[in-house]
């Protein structure tokens, strides 16, 4: 029979890895990474497509404050997932013969009830 104490590298050897309470730690701490940016992704998705509509209506929408709100409106009806602004929410003015469209909302999202997440979101066309 074998005493431990003439193995001297047993008592120096110490475990390594991850303790199961880190493990549920680094699963819980994903989760909620995950769960903000699937909440988070369709509005900055909705923010680049407003951002894309707005610079088109910059440039063809027309000459007047009216028809540059009808042409975004329009495109607004084409595209899926804008709901959150309209043509008679943007700012329309020109400077240096140039038309520049400025827009800003606010987007509540529900993360876990009660808990929300309000973005703001603002923007000009190029």
Same mark, same amino acid.
């Given at each position: 029979?074998?005493?431990?104490?003439?193995?001297?590298?047993?008592?120096?050897?110490?475990?390594?890895?991850?303790?199961?309470?880190?493990?549920?730690?680094?699963?819980?701490?994903?989760?909620?990474? =995950?769960? @903000?940016?699937?909440? !988070?992704?369709?509005?900055?998705?909705?923010?680049?497509? +407003?951002?894309?509509?707005?610079? *088109?209506?910059a440039?063809?929408?027309?000459?007047?404050?009216?028809?540059?709100?009808?042409?975004?409106?329009?495109? =607004?009806? @084409?595209?899926?997932? !804008?709901?959150?602004?309209?043509?008679?929410?943007?700012? +329309?003015?020109?400077?240096?013969? *140039?038309?520049v469209?400025?827009?800003?909302?606010?987007?509540?999202?529900?993360?876990?009830?009660p808990?929300?997440?309000?973005?703001?979101?603002?923007?000009?066309?190029?």
């Amino acid at each position: 029979m074998m005493n431990l104490t003439s193995r001297p590298f047993l008592a120096r050897h110490s475990q390594s890895g991850i303790t199961l309470v880190g493990l549920l730690f680094w699963a819980v701490m994903v989760s909620a990474f =995950a769960l @903000v940016l699937m909440k !988070v992704f369709p509005a900055v998705t909705e923010y680049r497509t +407003i951002q894309s509509m707005v610079n *088109k209506a910059a440039h063809d929408g027309g000459g007047t404050v009216s028809d540059i709100r009808t042409a975004f409106d329009r495109a =607004a009806s @084409v595209e899926y997932g !804008v709901t959150s602004i309209a043509g008679r929410d943007l700012e +329309i003015t020109k400077e240096e013969d *140039k038309v520049v469209i400025k827009f800003a909302y606010d987007r509540e999202i529900e993360l876990i009830p009660p808990v929300y997440l309000l973005i703001k979101f603002q923007g000009q066309s190029k």
